[in-house]
Every structure is written in structure tokens, then in C-alpha cells.
């Protein structure tokens, strides 16, 4: 077997999370950290101890996002060494018990992969989510699932930007994995996305047990869609929105917007077109529960990333 001049040795992942439930009404994960906890055999590879968890599970109880406040937003430094016990925020208080059971956070004791499994309304498809381009492994983890699940896509969306980034439930692990497949309506399950997020675990699962096993993955690119910005929705004085994703963008995540192209429609039918500077990629368009967030969509910007040979060390 040939060996890489510059192979990243890296230490084997022993120790996996699936994390469903982060947010409580993203119904996917939920059924599939259920069913695996009731019989986990079908996530159980050779070597690796795989833990099928509810993240949230007040706010799945209720079907909702969040209780108190975004779990997936509250893996802060601050959160995390926030004295308060039972007076902090019920996610809060949860975002420190997955801490300690999965981390301490940058920490050699944490998890070494966890995945975060999540739901969309949004015409995303198949997408995972990468919080570090320097992430060799995984880079290559994403480049073995996209050629597995091919000639059907599987995208990757790249979200390190300081300011666009934020404090995930996975971000605990060495190794963070977002998973983001729709579109899927809050608290329903639909059989293709249910189906679509268990195939991509499957693939994700049999690359480490491939890794720890000695093969060593050559170097490779992966394409990726890097986040670039924010975009709200057009708002009156009061904070009110006053137009809607306009139809010719609407439903087209991942495809070309250009300057000039339509963007949104006003309540009495005008048109706003797009501003910038190039040719971005929209992404989470019209996403439910962004709303709150006073985002309507993100645009990103494709790249190509390379990731280096990696073997186990």
C-alpha cells in the first residue's frame, strides 16, 4: 500500500455522538436518536463507541425549537462557566450537563466526532455543515460521504466566519458534524429526509471504522459553499417586515444569484433586486425559524478546499 509523503497522523475516533433534538421540532434526528437508542446495532462499527443522544429534550416533549433559549447557540465560553445553577436558562443549564458529559470543549478528554442532526424548511437537500477548513478530517469525511451517496448531492456549507459563526451543541467535539437535510416542515416527518439523513450517517459511520482500521485517504478537494453574509428581510421603520423571498428565488437554494436578479417582493408586488457586488449562493432561504433571527437567507460563496492524506497515527 502506498503512503503519503505528507500523510496528517491522526488519533483514531473512538469515541462518536449522534445528537438528535437540538432543536425539538426538527423531526428527523428525533426519530433516528430514538429508534438507535432502542437498538443501536446499525450504528455500532468495529472499535467505536457510538452514543445516540436527545439533545434537548424538554423542547422535544414539547415540539419546539427551544425552551428557553437556542441550544445551538449556547456552547459559549460564558454559558459554559456561567455560575446559577437552576436559575439559568433551561439551555443554558443543558448546554453545561452536555459539556461534561461530551466535552470539557477543546479539551483531550472530549468526544472525538459528534454529529448534530437537523431539519430545515428550507430547499436545501443533502447538506453537512463544516466549522473549520483546516478540519483534515473532517474534510476527507465529507469528501468519502459525497462520492458514497453519489450520483444524488450532498453539499457542503462552510460556516467559520468569526462573526457568522456561532456556538453549536456540537462544536463540544473534536470533530463537529453538522447535518442539515430538507426541505421538512417543523414537527413532521417525512420518510425520504428520514431516509436521506440515515444513509448519510451510515456512510459517515463506516469512514471512521475504514480510519481507524489503518486506511490511509489520499489527499483530495472538496468543493464547499463558504458563508459570506447575513441577508434580512426588508423592514418598515417599526421592525416590521414588509416583503416577502420573491417567487424566482424562492425554493432555489444553492443556485447562482445574480446582481440585479430578484430578490424580494413587496406586500404591494414590487420588486428588490439584488445589490452585490457578484454572484453569490443563497442558502436556508425563507428558513422558518430564522425569522426570529432576522434572516431570510445567507448567501455564500463556492470554493474549493483541500484536504491533506490523513492515517491514523
Known sequence: MSSYHNSARLSQARKVAIFGGTHGNEMSGVALVNLWTKNGAEIQRRGVETKPFVANPKAVEKCCR?????????????????????????????????????????SPEAYDVIFDLHNTTSNMGCTLILESSKDHFNLQMMNYIKKAMAPASCLVLLNEHPLLKYSTSRSVAKHPV????????????????????????????????????????????????????????????????????????????????????????????????????????????????????????????????????????
Open 178 to 313: 453538522g447535518l442539515e437535510v430538507g426541505p421538512q416542515p417543523q414537527g413532521v416527518l417525512r420518510s425520504n429526509i428520514f431516509e436521506a439523513m440515515r444513509v448519510i450517517l451510515k456512510h459517515a459511520l463506516d469512514f471512521i471504522e475504514l480510519f481507524n482500521e489503518g486506511m490511509e485517504f489520499p489527499p483530495c478537494t472538496v468543493e464547499a459553499f463558504r458563508v459570506s453574509e447575513r441577508i434580512d428581510y426588508p423592514r418598515d421603520t417599526n421592525g416590521n417586515i414588509i416583503a416577502m423571498v420573491h417567487p424566482n428565488l424562492q425554493d432555489c437554494d444553492w443556485e447562482p444569484l445574480n446582481p440585479g436578479d430578484p430578490m424580494f417582493q413587496t406586500f404591494d408586488g414590487k420588486t428588490i433586486h439584488y445589490q452585490g457586488s457578484g454572484t453569490v449562493y443563497p442558502t436556508f432561504i425563507n428558513e422558518a425559524a430564522y425569522y426570529e433571527k432576522q434572516q431570510a437567507f445567507v448567501t455564500t460563496r463556492r470554493e474549493t478546499l483541500v484536504a491533506s492524506a490523513i492515517r491514523k497515527a
Open 66 to 106: 427551544y425552551v428557553d433559549t437556542d441550544l445551538n447557540r449556547a456552547f459559549t465560553p460564558e454559558n459554559l462557566s456561567a455560575p446559577g445553577g437552576d436559575d439559568l436558562p433551561y439551555e443554558v443549564q443543558r448546554a453545561q450537563e452536555i459539556n461534561r458529559m461530551f466535552g470539557p470543549k477543546g
